[in-house]
């Protein structure tokens, strides 16, 4: 049996311990049963984010948009597409800048849309601008 990785849930903040072996496997939240590894990109706010980016280990990837955004609307299914193909080995989620302008700012973020990839608590990659799907594939899997 390989070691645990540590995954904080989307939904309630609890962080779960999940063996490396079942990652695939569609884990789940021991806590509230909400999906740990959803195969679409989740929205999240400033606060649930940091927690994951500090605490996760399983690559976290955060696309930092606006609904004002044209790059950011026209990626956002492309973003969605990379998030299915991606499923059990990195997460994708969204941080919508305009209800939390205090995380672009604590992130640096200059311009969106902007991606920023954490595993193990430390940040490991930013990408700015849009991207098709099989590029952020490609992106997000080399930080695993």
């Known amino acids: 049996m390989s070691a645990a990785k540590k995954i904080t849930c ?6 779960n ?3 490396a072996e079942r ?3 569609r884990p789940k939240c021991g806590t509230c049963g909400a999906a740990l590894l959803p195969a679409k990109p989740v929205e999240v ?4 984010l940091a927690k994951a980016a500090r605490t996760d280990e399983v690559p976290l990837v955060a696309d930092f948009w606006a609904p004002w955004c044209g790059p950011c609307r026209m990626m956002a299914p492309e973003y969605d597409k990379a998030a299915r193909a991606l499923a059990g080995r990195a997460r ?10 205090d995380a672009g ?6 311009g969106i849309p ?7 608590g430390r940040e490991r990659a930013r990408q700015s601008g849009a991207m098709r799907a099989g ?3 490609s992106w997000a899997a080399r930080l695993g």
């Open 10 to 15: 989307l939904d309630c903040g609890q962080v």
């Open 17 to 19: 311990r999940v063996p």
């Open 23 to 25: 990652l695939g496997a």
């Open 135 to 137: 590029d952020i594939e």
């Open 114 to 120: 902007t991606m920023v990839a954490w595993s193990g």
């Open 45 to 48: 706010d400033a606060k649930t």
């Open 92 to 101: 994708l989620v969204k941080l919508n800048t305009q209800d939390f302008p």
């Open 105 to 110: 700012a604590k992130h640096g973020i200059r």
